[in-house]
């Protein structure tokens, strides 16, 4: 167990809708990433938050966004979903914002019919 | 920009049989991170090892070892004696080296789906 939890474990939607997933990081973690793995594109960064602020933007869609709370959770929300968009949604959180070692959660798998 | 490669999509041994997992990186950092993580077939992602690129010593852990080369850029793993519960999916990662103001995200190759046949 990594200490980084993610919920819901399982999604099932249709397409055009609108869904969000949620990680929570290991303690004292300050730093949270999204990764997205697909059949398409293998397993690619999303974006990542550092204590409330965005940090870095990988590869997502302008219909996806993200944010992280005060109390430093995060929160990816997919709009406008498309059949493309079914994938495994992994967060995962370090300690600072160059930390090295990400602890990754079990991930979300979002399924779009 | 950052790439991994990871010629092998399938490989299948019988277990007992040593398994070598080949992996090439591109970074024009000379300051970077290379990881290797276990996907089993329950989905989570289990960190396996981390290397520094200024770490070139062979690293053994029980019946796992890994093999970086600087020279040709390639950071292999290889299962010893391998058993059915290492069936799994395996990415290996990279990361740059740390900046002032950066993250460091990780890309990943493409994985190895490695079975291990009773």
């Known amino acids: 167990d990594s200490g980084v939890t993610q919920t819901p474990k399982h999604l099932i939607t249709a397409t055009g809708q609108r869904v969000t997933l949620r990680c929570s990081p290991r303690?004292?973690?300050?730093?949270v990433y999204w990764y997205q793995q697909s059949l398409d594109q293998g397993l690619q960064f999303l974006i990542q938050?550092?204590?409330?602020?965005?940090?870095a933007k990988g590869n997502i869609l302008e219909r996806f966004s993200a944010q992280q709370f005060p109390d430093l959770h995060s929160e990816l929300n997919l709009s406008s979903l498309e059949l493309g968009d079914s994938a495994l949604y992994f967060c995962?959180?370090?300690?600072?914002?160059?930390?090295?070692?990400?602890?990754f959660g079990p991930g979300t798998r979002l399924t779009v019919l | 920009a950052q790439k991994v490669t990871q010629a092998q999509t399938e490989i299948s041994v019988v277990e007992k049989e040593d398994v070598t997992l080949d992996c090439v990186y591109e970074t024009r950092d000379t300051t970077y991170y290379l990881f290797w993580y276990k996907q089993p077939p329950s989905g989570e992602l289990v960190f396996l090892i981390r290397r520094n690129s200024f770490d070139e010593q062979n690293e053994i852990s029980g019946r796992y070892s890994w093999n970086f080369q600087k020279s040709t850029s390639s950071f292999n793993f290889t299962i010893t004696a391998s058993q059915v519960v290492d069936s799994a999916v395996y990415f290996c990662?990279?990361?740059?080296?740390?900046?002032?103001?950066?993250?460091?995200?990780?890309?990943f190759g493409s994985g190895t789906q490695l079975t291990v046949l009773p």
């Open positions: 938050y550092y204590n409330g602020e965005e940090r």
């Open positions: 990662a990279l990361s740059e080296a740390f900046r002032t103001g950066s993250a460091r995200q990780l890309t």
């Open positions: 995962a959180s370090s300690v600072g914002s160059g930390s090295t070692e990400q602890f």
């Open positions: 303690s004292g973690d300050l730093s």
